[in-house]
């Protein structure tokens, strides 16, 4: 049968398999094109949509609710006081109450409605017609001008989902704005809207609007209004009217014209005169250095909530007054200036953070971490003082070499053996280098944490001359922790709220401890009375009891002056931004002269007296001067003895008459 395949088989195939002459030639499997397989492809795809649409309804079902649009922002606004109640500054956004549109002047929504969406009564969620007139208007612009999304769409977006261009979130815009046609009637859907929708400034909603364009109340909105607001909403800050009054008022027209063209108005209600905002409400600036220190600790203090929260600070509004004038008054040229002044238990009550916030908003005072130079050798010598140390202590002010490092004094001399007093007095860099290496850094570094300075602390020789870079803020803390006499002060902007402390048990939970009256705390205040009354820092003294260090890093980059009288404890530091060198400016000249020219007026308006001094400490008197000698020399008194004797008896004698 082999050598007969060819004859009885065709292309491999036998002939009983071949079609007949009359019958359609079939082709393998192989060569079979299916016909409907794009019609399954649809199908299939049908499906897959169909379960998307199906999966996002119920997702929004269980994790949209529809009243979103209707609930505070999650961060309120915050109005921030002083602790006399004058405003500071205000920052976040503002919501207030929700709007119901049946209570509205029937103007105010169709105002809304004639510029964003004018078929929004007419579709279920979507409007193809005004889709296509928005691309054709974009088309002859040549830019994109005109929106296709309806109010539903707006509120889907603004409520449920993110900012994004993409087209999955416009598809799932459609897909929610379905949702709420389904589930809301149309007052329903404008009233979320109109209650939820940005207007510019800081302000979303209606009711806020309202009252801060206008000072009314949203039902009371005059017909120029209504038409102000439903236009701000294209571009809110680009139409505001505060900032941008011709463009708003023009932007106004349009939706007037608008509402003569949908029949809403006659066109002679469209020539009424342009809405003006009111300009009486108090302008507070957003931000100021004090307030952005403060604010993240007052956010986390308050849950959400409708229109503005008064938040109280400790920030006294007359010393800060204070403070910004003694800052500009200061003649440091290209130099900036950091003043923060606290109370002895933490509470700030005056903050400068550099010369202009408006020209630099960095806070100088608590975000830069400069070196503290002699500033701060107060944690040296108070490791020496818990070591066995006092201020009558005999210290060697000589030279000093450490693996090569030879600390150099400030003025070039060198005294020779000299108290502990005089070492802080004048600020000796070679005596502190010394006590600091014989107590040990470790225990400077655990002084320095004990005050309350988080800063890093290098371990080496330096460390005593203020080599670490520390804030202005936490170095001033440290310095209040010397003047109540406990440790640590935090410093604080918000009030302490009733219950936070005190108590029967206060005393045993509190953190920290006490500096020792007798060998710690009486002579620190020695120490620091010295430096401030005789020392490097006598520019600083006042007439009441002072207390400070000054502190001048290498190359005269920083200039400090920290210090403390009766209820006040004041930091002042002085710098440059790119860290070049002040000069001859010193912790002892300029930061001084600025840190009295604010204490004096500040001691004069603030009667707070400060914590009590302990029983091992009295202020030093000063010594009285000596009795001044005439300058006549004594042989030329003895020549006159007549002549005084003389008026002596002249003197009687008139007396007797």
């Known amino acids: 049968m082999a050598d007969h395949d060819g004859i009885w088989s065709r292309g491999g195939v036998n002939v009983e398999d071949l079609p007949g002459a009359l019958e359609p030639a079939q082709l393998p499997p192989s060569h079979i094109k299916p016909r409907r397989r794009w019609r399954s492809r649809i199908k299939w795809t049908a499906y897959v949509l169909a379960g998307l649409f199906l999966v996002t309804v119920l997702w929004l079902i269980v994790t949209a609710p529809l009243s979103r649009a209707l609930e505070p922002l999650p961060a309120p606004a915050m109005l921030i006081v002083s602790s006399e109640g004058q405003p500071i500054a ?41 889709i296509a007139r928005a691309a054709i208007a974009n088309m002859h612009a040549g830019e994109v001008r005109q929106g296709g999304s309806t109010i539903t769409q707006q509120l889907a977006k603004t409520s449920f989902l993110s900012s994004d261009r993409s087209l999955g979130r416009k598809a799932r815009e459609v ?231 030879k600390p150099v004094n400030s003025d070039g001399i060198y005294r020779g053996p000299i108290t502990m007093r005089e070492a802080f007095a004048r600020s000796s860099n070679a005596a502190t280098v010394r006590l600091a290496e014989r107590v040990g850094r470790t225990n400077v570094i655990r002084a320095a944490r004990e005050l309350g300075i988080a800063s890093p602390l290098a371990d080496q020789p330096s460390l005593a001359l203020g080599t670490s870079g520390v804030s202005l803020i936490e170095l001033t803390s440290a310095y209040a922790a010397v003047a109540g006499g406990r440790y640590p002060v935090a410093a604080r902007g918000l009030p302490v709220k009733a219950g936070e402390e005190g108590g029967m048990f206060s005393g045993l939970l509190e953190r920290g401890g006490r500096l020792d009256e007798r060998r710690d705390w009486a002579p620190m205040l020695d120490l620091l009375w010295a430096a401030a009354n005789e020392g490097t820092g006598r520019r600083a003294a006042l007439a009441v009891p002072t207390f400070g260090k000054t502190g001048t890093t290498q190359e005269n980059r920083d200039a400090l002056f920290i210090g403390f009288a009766r209820g006040l404890v004041v930091g002042v530091w002085v710098g440059r931004d790119d860290n070049k060198s002040l000069g001859k400016v010193s912790g002892g000249t300029i930061p001084a002269t600025i840190w009295k020219n604010f204490m004096q007026p500040a001691l004069a308006i603030d009667r707070r007296a400060g914590p009590p001094l302990p029983e091992g400490f009295h202020v030093p008197q000063p010594e009285p001067p000596a009795p001044s000698q005439s300058p006549i020399p004594p042989e030329w008194s003895d020549g006159t003895r007549a002549l005084r004797r003389i008026g002596d008896a002249l003197g009687n004698l008139l007396d007797a008459l």
């Open 175 to 405: 897909i929610i704005a379905f949702w709420l046609e389904a589930w809301l009637t149309k007052q329903e859907i404008l009233s979320r809207y109109l209650s939820s929708v940005y207007f510019g400034d800081g302000v979303y909603g209606l009711r806020a609007a309202a009252h801060h364009y206008f000072g009314r109340e949203p039902q009371n909105l005059s017909l120029p209004q209504s038409a102000m607001l439903a236009g701000m909403v294209q571009a809110p800050s680009r139409l505001a009217p505060t900032q941008h009054l011709a463009a708003a008022q023009a932007r106004s027209r349009l939706v007037l014209a608008q509402m003569v063209e949908t029949g809403v108005i006659p066109r002679a209600r469209a020539s009424t005169p342009m809405a003006r905002p009111i300009y009486t409400a108090n302008r507070v600036p957003t931000g100021t250095y004090f307030a952005d220190w403060v604010a993240p600790a007052a956010q986390a203090s308050f849950t959400a909530d409708y229109g503005q929260i008064r938040v109280p600070t400790t920030l006294d509004a007359n010393l800060q007054r204070l403070a910004v004038r003694a800052v500009a008054s200061a003649q440091v040229g290209n130099a900036q200036v950091a003043l923060v002044a606290m109370r002895p238990t933490g509470e700030v009550v005056a903050m400068v953070g550099g010369k202009n916030y408006g020209d630099s908003p960095f806070n100088r005072a608590t975000q830069a971490r400069r070196q503290p130079g002699s500033a701060f050798k107060l944690f040296v010598y108070l490791a020496a003082l818990r070591a066995g140390y006092t201020p009558d202590t005999i210290i060697e002010d000589t030279p000093i070499s450490i693996d090569g490092w």
């Open 90 to 130: 205000r920052r976040g956004a503002v919501k207030e109450a929700p709007v119901d549109v049946t209570r509205l002047n029937p103007l105010t929504p169709a105002a809304f409605v004639a510029i964003e969406d004018r078929r929004f009564y007419s579709h279920w969620g979507i409007d193809p017609r005004g």
